[in-house]
C-alpha cells in the first residue's frame, strides 16, 4: 500500500518536472485563462447590466474559474494520449507497479497545475475589480470545490486519452465537448433566457450547479440562474456534491480498467 | 532453468481476421541470446508484448524467468527489462531525469535511484548529455538511453524489440556494441576454465577457488572446472604455477570471454529485430 502510493507520486513528480522543464506549457495553460478574465470583464462586461453589487465581474469569475477546471478533462486526455503515442504508457505497463498509479498520478499532477492557475486567474480578477464577500473560510471552501470538481473530471479525460490514443484526436474531441459544455450554462449568460429544451439542460449541466456553488460561497447572489426552480438550481451545492462522487465513482473504475488492458 | 517458455501461445487481433501467432513454442535456455527473425507482420512484437505481459494472448501458456505470465504478470514484471520497437521515454525531461524516475518506480529508493542513473549515464556514454532534455537526443541517444532504462533493475529476462531500427550503419554498431558489453558486465567478465583428468578435480577445483576467491562451478561430465575472474592473465599464471607445483597437468586451460558470436551479430545487423535474451550467466553459452 505504502508503495502504491509512493509510486504514483513519481508520476505526480514527473509532471510537475515537466513543468520546470517547459515552463511555456505553465505559463500559456495559465495566460489563456487570465485572457478570458480581461476579455469578458471589458467586452461583455460594459454591455451586460448584471444588476449584482460590484458587477458583471463579481458573476464572472466563479463562471470562469468552473470553466478553466472543466477544462482539466482536457489536460488529462491529452497528455495520457501523447504517453500512449509514444509508447511510455506500454513501458509503464511493463514495470512492477500498482496499476492505478499511472492514471492517479496523473489526475493529481493535473489538479496541482490547477492550483496554479486558479491562484494567477483569482490575482487578475482581483486586480478588475472582484471581490468575494463571504470571508476567508468560505472563500477557501470554494476553491476547494474548484479544485475537486477539476479532479472529477480529470478521470474522464483518463479515459477519453487511453482511449483515442492519439494527442492530436484527444485535443479535438475534447475541446468539442467541453466548450459547449461550458457555455450551455449559467456560467457567463442567465439560463432564462435560452430555449426551454436548451435551458433544462443548462440547468441540470454540472458546469452551472458548479458555477451557482462557487457564486454562493463567494458571496454572489447567483442571479443568472435566480428564477429557475429546478432543483439542481435550487440546490447546487449538494447537486455539485452528488456529481463530483458520481463522476469519481463511474470514471475511476472504469478508467483504470482500460489502462489494465490498453494497448498500442 | 528455462527462462522463457512459450506453448502454444495463439493471439489475433481485429476480432480474429489477423493470426498474429498461431501458435507458437519457445524454449529458451538460461543464458542465452535468442534472436526472433522475420519479415514485417510477423508477430515478434507481438511475441515481445505477451511475454512481457502487455498482452493477453487468446489461448496459450507462457513462463518468463519460471513465472507465469498469465498467472503472476506482477512477478514477471520484477525480473524483466523492455526496451520496445520505439523509445519509449519522457521527451520533455532529461536523460537523467527518465532514468531516476524509471529507477523510483522500480523501487530503489531515492539515492539507489540515483547512483544507478548515474552509472547507467556513464555506462552508455550519455553523462554529457544528462541534464539535456531527450528531445534533443539523436536517434542513437535516445536508443541507448531507452536501452538504459530497461537495465535498471538488473533484469533476469531482457527483452529488445529492433534496437537498432532507424539508426545509421554507426549507430547500429555502437549500439551492438552497447549491447554486447552489456551481456558480458551481467556475469562479470572473464572467466577461468580448466579441463583436468578426473581424479584431480577436486585437487584442482581448491587450487583455481584459491586464486579466484570464487567457488568454481565443475562440471563433472566434461571434467571443466570453471571460475568468474577480474584479472584474467594473472589469474591465469597464478593457476597454471599452482597447478604445476601440485604435478596437475590440466588437458585444457584458457580464459573465455562471453561475446556475441561475430556470427550473430553479422545476422542481426542485417535483419529488422531482433529479441535478445540475457540471463545471470551468459557466459556460459558454449
Ligand atoms: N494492434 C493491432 N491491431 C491489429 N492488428 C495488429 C495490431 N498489432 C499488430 N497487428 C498485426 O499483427 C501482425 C503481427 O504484427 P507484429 O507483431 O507487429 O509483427 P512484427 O513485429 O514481426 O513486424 C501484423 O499482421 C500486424 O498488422
Ligand atoms: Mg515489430
Avoid at chain 1, 513519481?10 to 518536472?17: E, H
Avoid at chain 1, 456560467?187 to 443548462?202: N, R, V
Avoid at chain 2, 568468474?228 to 590440466?250: E, T
Wanted: net charge positive; with cysteine; hydrophobic share 45%.
Amino acid at each position: 500500500m505504502l508503495q502504491n502510493v509512493s509510486d504514483f507520486l513519481v508520476i505526480t513528480k514527473r509532471q510537475l518536472l515537466q513543468m520546470i522543464r517547459i515552463p511555456e506549457v505553465l505559463i500559456f495553460a495559465t495566460i489563456q485563462p487570465a485572457m478570458f478574465v480581461l476579455l469578458f470583464r471589458f467586452v461583455f462586461g460594459g454591455a451586460i447590466d448584471s444588476g449584482v453589487k460590484g458587477g458583471y465581474v463579481q458573476l464572472l469569475m466563479p463562471g470562469i474559474f468552473v470553466q478553466t477546471v472543466a477544462f482539466t478533462l482536457a489536460a488529462t486526455a491529452v497528455g495520457l494520449a501523447a504517453d500512449m503515442q509514444k509508447g511510455l504508457i506500454d513501458r509503464f505497463r511493463s514495470l512492477p507497479i500498482s496499476r492505478s498509479a499511472v492514471v492517479i498520478g496523473r489526475t493529481v499532477g493535473d489538479t496541482l497545475q490547477n492550483i496554479v492557475t486558479l491562484i494567477v486567474m483569482g490575482l487578475v480578477g482581483f486586480l478588475v475589480g472582484w471581490r468575494p464577500s463571504s470571508g476567508p473560510v468560505k472563500v477557501l471552501l470554494g476553491f476547494l470545490f474548484l479544485l475537486a470538481f477539476g479532479y472529477s473530471m480529470s478521470w474522464i479525460g483518463v479515459l477519453i486519452g487511453l482511449s483515442v490514443r492519439e494527442e492530436r484526436v484527444a485535443q479535438n474531441l475534447v475541446f468539442m465537448t467541453v466548450f459547449p459544455l461550458t457555455f450551455l450554462s449559467n456560467a457567463f449568460a442567465p439560463t432564462t433566457g435560452m430555449p426551454k429544451i436548451l435551458q433544462y439542460f443548462a440547468e441540470w449541466n454540472p458546469v452551472s450547479t458548479m458555477v451557482a456553488a462557487c457564486r454562493q460561497l463567494f458571496g454572489t447572489q447567483n442571479i443568472f440562474g435566480a428564477t429557475a426552480n429546478s432543483w439542481p438550481s435550487q440546490n447546487p451545492i449538494l447537486m455539485s456534491l452528488i456529481y463530483m462522487v458520481l463522476l469519481v465513482a463511474i470514471f475511476a473504475p472504469i478508467s483504470v480498467r482500460k489502462y489494465v488492458r490498453v494497448s498500442k | 532453468m528455462n527462462s522463457i517458455i512459450a506453448h502454444e501461445l495463439v493471439k489475433t487481433y481485429d476480432k480474429g481476421a489477423v493470426r498474429a501467432l498461431d501458435g507458437l513454442n519457445l524454449d529458451v535456455k538460461e543464458g542465452t541470446v535468442l534472436g526472433l527473425l522475420g519479415p514485417n507482420g510477423s508477430g515478434k512484437t507481438t511475441t515481445v508484448r505477451v511475454l512481457a505481459t502487455l498482452l493477453t494472448p487468446d489461448s496459450g501458456s507462457a513462463t518468463v524467468a519460471g513465472i507465469d505470465v498469465l498467472k503472476h504478470p506482477d512477478e514477471v514484471r520484477k525480473v524483466i527489462g523492455l526496451s520496445g520497437q520505439y523509445a519509449a521515454l519522457d521527451e520533455t525531461l532529461t536523460g537523467w531525469d527518465n532514468l531516476n524516475m524509471f529507477g523510483r518506480l522500480y523501487h530503489l529508493n531515492s539515492s539507489g535511484a540515483k547512483k544507478r542513473a548515474e552509472e547507467l549515464l556513464e555506462k552508455f556514454s550519455l553523462t554529457e548529455a544528462a541534464k539535456r532534455p531527450i528531445r534533443t537526443y539523436s536517434g542513437g541517444m535516445r536508443r541507448r538511453l531507452d536501452l538504459a532504462a530497461s537495465l535498471i533493475v538488473k533484469p533476469k529476462v531482457l527483452f529488445l524489440d529492433e534496437p537498432t531500427t532507424g539508426l545509421d550503419p554507426r549507430g547500429r554498431m555502437e549500439m551492438w556494441e552497447v549491447i554486447d558489453d552489456e551481456l558480458k558486465n551481467q556475469v562479470g567478465g572473464e572467466r577461468l576454465e580448466i579441463t583436468v583428468e578426473a581424479n584431480q578435480i577436486p585437487e584442482a577445483t581448491k587450487l583455481v577457488e584459491q586464486v579466484t576467491g570464487t567457488k568454481p562451478s565443475v562440471d563433472n561430465g566434461i571434467r571443466k572446472i570453471s571460475a568468474p575472474v577480474s584479472n584474467g592473465s594473472a589469474s591465469l599464471i597464478q593457476v597454471l604455477r599452482l597447478l604445476d607445483d601440485a604435478k596437475i597437468h590440466p588437458l585444457d586451460i584458457g580464459l573465455k570471454r562471453p561475446s556475441l558470436d561475430d556470427v550473430f551479430i553479422a545476422l542481426t545487423g542485417h535483419v529488422a529485430e531482433v529479441v535478445v535474451e540475457g540471463g545471470a550467466n551468459v557466459a556460459k553459452r558454449k
